[in-house]
């Protein structure tokens, strides 16, 4: 059985920022509902997360994560400190706790399962996640005999120049068998540098401590600071990008594209440069995004092209061409084999099938039939000043050019609307609607006029 603990009070000094450090974004998820996800195979039997700096925004942003417990720490002092605070809350409790870092975001959860095992194959008081660093600079270090059992864990600030040279780290990754750890925390001492209750220093008096080096070094780096944040940024793209790579997709300069890892690609998918996918996209095969594309929390089928446009929460069906310059959102579908693009805006609308819609229109809150034609600079007039009004348009339908279609407003099936039209009522099947001012030629008026 085990508890999991998330040390996330800190303020996080050095990101020179007024959100807490921990609700830093990376890569479209803060860095502890990162930690918090690597944490959920384990199947944890509780997480607790310490909180203490802006209490109430880190709770407020993790408030949807199901069964999320939060323990407050009013004052920080200290890594060790943070863990006191857990005492009244685990009560004989006689199982694991495995503490993380909150902001030690890239760690995976292989990592953690080894961790654990190793923890209880050995029976160890504690067993504690170490890397050799080639710059350990900042990082508490971990000294060990020949079987890895830990002596002695020192903190930068507290080491000598000598025992700086020891490059082996401590990643803030503990897992401790929770009865000997409660049995030494209401003992720790703030005698070192920093003047903290440390957790380290309960780890070395808790019995026999064993360090497990990580595979990944990559895995353990803990964000202080914004070059530090962009570093891990760097580190996951590029994992994201070998695992699509190997997996049969294309990339064209690939250090031009980002890929969020909730993004999902199909073999033979092309992503050209500066092309960004986010959140849960899903794009099918044979599909073509980019150059100069943000796909966001979108559906695209398969052999579908979009160029130089952005997409949002919207659902793009095959064979469809979107772009250059289209902006789909607020919900848009895109029937198959459609053409969307040259400065079109579709929000909240449906397109049938081999609809297109080629040039300069907005179509908003709207419902477009099959093998519709709507005309350069077509627009549905949507929003009256209070409300927003629906537009239908059926099947084999063409808008002439610089339509405007006040909502609400149905045209019916094979409509034709005369060029420059002002509809503002509906319009029934197979009908031709004129509604504009006559064109008024007087002949010969510049010479009577003169
Ligand atoms: C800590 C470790 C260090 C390790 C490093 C790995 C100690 C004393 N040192 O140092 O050995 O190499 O992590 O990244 O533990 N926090 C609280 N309450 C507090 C203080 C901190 O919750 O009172 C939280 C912070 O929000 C942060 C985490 O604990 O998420 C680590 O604190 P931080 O101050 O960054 O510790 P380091 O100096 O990095
Ligand atoms: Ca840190």
Known sequence: MVVVAILAAGRGTRMKS????????LGGRSLVERVV????????????????????????????????????????????????QLLPHLEGYTGDLLVLNGDVPLLRTETLKQLLQTHQENQNAATILTAYLSNPT????????????????????????????????????YCFRWQNLAEVLPYLQTN???KEYYLTDAVTQVGKVMAVDVEDYQEILGINDRLQLATAYDILQRRVKEKWLLAGVTLIDPTSITIDETVELQPDVIIEPQTHLRGKTVIQAGSRIGPGSLIENSQVGENVTVQYSVVTDSIVQARSKIGPYAHLRGH???????????????????????????????????I???????????????????????????????????????????????????????VTEDVPDDSLVIARSRQVVKRGWRKKSQ
């Open 138 to 173: 900042g990082y508490g270090r971990v000294f060990c005999n020949d079987e890895d059992i830990v002596q002695q864990m020192i903190e930068h600030k507290d080491c000598t120049a000598v025992q700086r040279q020891n490059s082996r780290v401590n990643a803030g990754i």
């Open 332 to 366: 848009a579908q895109v029937g198959t084999g459609c053409r969307v693009g040259n400065f079109v805006e579709l929000k909240n609308t449906q397109l049938g099938d081999r609809t297109n819609a080629a040039h300069l229109s907005y179509i908003g809150d709207s």
């Open 18 to 25: 007024n959100l807490p450090k921990v609700l830093h974004s």
């Open 368 to 422: 477009v039939g099959n093998h519709v034609n709507i005309g350069a600079g077509t627009i549905t007039a949507n929003y009256d000043g209070e409300k927003k009004h629906r537009t239908k348009i059926g099947d084999g339908t063409k808008t002439g050019s610089n339509s405007v279609l006040v909502a609400p407003l149905t045209l019916g099936d094979n409509v034709y609307v005369a060029a420059g039209s002002t």
């Open 192 to 194: 070192n540098a920093q």
């Open 37 to 84: 996800e690597s944490v959920e195979p384990l199947s944890p039997s509780r997480r607790i997360v310490i909180v203490g700096y802006q209490a109430e925004e880190v709770k407020a942003a993790m408030h949807s994560i199901p069964t999320l417990e939060f323990v407050e720490q009013t004052v920080q002092l200290g890594t060790g400190h943070a863990i006191q």
